[in-house]
């Protein structure tokens, strides 16, 4: 896909290879379309070539296919309502239209993500959690699983969450997903806290053949409490995802992280091996996060300047 973004060359990009050589030219905008032919993840894809297509020389269009609720990635829903408020933080939009949902095994999800250029990025600093004030999501079946699983998982969810957080309704939607909006069978939930502050937390699941509704909800609440135990301003699974764009940003950004994933710390080796950007990971200092795994991970971003605006 980033090959074709930028009508780059690109060997050894074949299965059992275990080196590629990639040339990049000039990044264009315009419509691009990446199919992965399976459930693999839209988000994977957008992930990959968001960074890209804002030093673009026009505004963009990609037609991304194949899973949108997969597993070993972001659902489609996290990074409409997760990672889309906070990575626009950067000083830049997109906009998600979600076509069609897929899931595993088949696929036939189609996601179409448009956005314009920037001149630069902006850094960020995500290092004051606030306090929870919202906790929200939805709860989904698709194709022939009956709305019941989809309540069930809610109740769940909302039941496992109480024993922990008594003071905040919790607001959890179940959802039939329309048939001309998805493709195959599934179900799944995610669940978001949202702080005075503005930090937004997750915790999702997806369902699995033989996995009663009630488990999967349970997972969802349990990933969503640790979550919010760790003292971060941000999730697990977000901090991986900011890292690229700290790389770039122009000055300074910091953001505040509960225990630092293997994820993050090799987008880090990547981001000062190919674009020379500094990072530095400290325990954080705050006397509230004492006795809690929290980390400050701050990056002096290298400032880069679209060429073409």
Do not use: W
């Not at 905008?29 to 839209?42: N, R």
């Not at 195959?184 to 502050?197: D, M, R, V």
């Not at 937390?201 to 699995?208: E, P, Q, Y």
């Not at 630092?260 to 200092?285: D, R």
């Amino acid at each position: 896909m980033i090959r074709d973004l930028c009508d780059g060359q690109l060997e050894g990009a074949e299965i059992g290879s275990t080196e590629i050589m990639f040339t990049p030219e000039k990044i264009k905008g315009g419509v691009h379309t990446a199919d992965t032919k399976t459930a693999g993840s839209v988000c994977l894809l957008m992930q990959v070539s968001m960074p890209c297509v804002l030093f673009a020389a026009s505004p963009s269009e990609l037609r991304l296919k194949g899973g949108t609720n997969a597993e070993m990635a972001p659902q489609i829903d996290y990074t409409a309502m997760v990672f889309k408020p906070i990575v626009e933080k950067f000083g830049f939009q997109f906009n998600c239209d979600i076509k069609m949902r897929g899931y595993y095994p088949k696929g036939g999800g189609e996601v179409i993500v448009r956005m314009s250029p920037v001149r630069q990025l902006n850094p960020i600093n995500l290092t004051d959690r606030g306090s929870v004030t919202k906790i929200y999501g939805r709860a989904f079946v698709a194709g022939v699983l009956p709305f019941k699983v989809a309540k069930d998982m809610a109740a769940a969810a909302v039941r496992c969450i109480r024993k922990e957080i008594r003071d905040l309704y919790v607001n959890i939607q179940p959802v039939q997903e329309p048939k001309d909006q998805a493709f195959g069978n599934g179900n799944g939930i995610i669940i978001i806290a949202e702080t005075s502050t503005g930090c937004l937390f997750a915790g999702s699941s997806l369902g699995k053949r033989g996995v009663n509704a009630d488990k999967v909800g349970i997972e969802a609440a349990e990933m969503l409490l640790a979550n919010l135990r760790h003292g971060g301003a941000v999730d697990e699974y977000l901090q991986d995802q900011l890292i690229i764009f700290m790389a770039l940003a122009c000055g300074v950004s910091r953001i505040k992280t509960g225990p630092v994933t293997l994820h993050t710390q090799t987008a880090i080796h990547f981001a000062e091996q190919l674009a020379k950007a500094k990072f530095s990971v400290k325990k954080s200092e705050d006397e509230d996060d004492a006795s809690k795994d929290t980390y400050i991970i701050e990056c002096q971003g290298i400032g880069m300047t679209n060429p073409y605006l």
